[in-house]
């Protein structure tokens, strides 16, 4: 099982970014995933779901209405879209396997004028 983010950068404050997170190595559609992030000095955090077959999605309330996760299972690649980003949003965004247990490697989202 391999999962690769990408995507991460700076953007000011109200701008947005599109994470991306390639899978391998396993049958993709087959499997919910997760986005979460880590704050420097902060516990990893929650920030959306999606089920297998895209039925279903949740997300923390810090980002409601701003965040989109979304999955293209063709292409074996999940998504987060983050608009109206506010320097709370910075950290690293990990891309996750709950079955199983798998993280990638994160991508580290900075906010910032």
């Known amino acids: 099982v391999q999962l690769v983010e990408s995507g991460g950068g700076l953007v000011q404050p109200g701008g947005s970014l599109r994470l991306s997170c390639a899978a391998s190595?396993?049958?993709?559609?087959?499997?919910?995933m997760s986005w979460y992030r880590q704050a420097p000095g902060k516990e990893r955090e929650l920030v959306a779901t999606?089920?297998?077959?895209?039925?279903?999605?949740t997300y923390a309330d810090s980002v409601k209405g701003r965040f989109t996760i979304s999955r293209d299972n063709a292409k074996n690649t999940l998504y987060l879209q983050m608009n109206s980003l506010k320097s709370e949003d910075t950290a690293v965004y990990y891309c996750?396997?709950?079955?199983?247990?798998?993280w990638g490697q994160g991508t580290q989202v900075t906010v910032s004028s």
């Open positions: 190595g396993f049958t993709f559609s087959s499997y919910g």
């Open positions: 996750h396997r709950p079955t199983g247990g798998y």
């Open positions: 999606i089920t297998a077959t895209y039925r279903s999605t």
